[in-house]
């Protein structure tokens, strides 16, 4: 896929952890209401934070990089589909879950049983099976990605990343932990 699947040894999963904290910062800092209500909304913020949540899918689904941009262009179609779609500390770690889980079933040669991912995702099979259902729907069921927007994609987590070592000095890789986020935003336009 992408030449590349780091930038300065920044991994795409932590790149689309940063998008996706950024992006509920945003939102919830304009306290913009829900207007869809989805199966993706918890009625409080879990207790396990985005990032610890995104490397614990990671780790135990054995995900490749490129599923987590894979996952960020799906969510991406969501808010571009439906623009008053929030995306927020309530139903980020569920978009996670099911855009990662939907990205490796098409992209990834060997994947798991919607058992095993809600296990990890800490969810029931019947409620990942909702929101798989629910995440299709509201991407049309487009899930094919067209090699240059991939690639397009990729430039643009390079030179975000690159962006945020600069902007917050730290050093590529780190595993500290970032305050949650959110907005009416999409992956996409945060790369801008």
Known sequence: MCIRDRYMGMSFHELMIEILEQIVKKTESLKLPEKLKTHFSSKEVPAISLPSYVRQISRYAECEESIHVAALIYIDRIVAH???FAINSRNVHKLALVGIM???????????????YAIIGGVTVEELNCMEHEFLAL???????????????????????????RE?????????????ASTYESPKKMLT
């Open 82 to 84: 439906y623009p008053s």
């Open 139 to 165: 991407i049309d069921f487009d899930l094919h990605i067209r090699e240059g927007d991939y690639n397009n994609y990729c430039s643009k987590l390079h030179k975000f990343g690159a962006r945020k070592i």
């Open 102 to 116: 939907i990205a490796m079933k098409i992209f990834d040669d060997i994947f798991m049983r919607n058992s095993d």
């Open 168 to 180: 917050k000095k730290i050093s590529p890789c780190s595993d500290k932990e970032l305050p949650l």
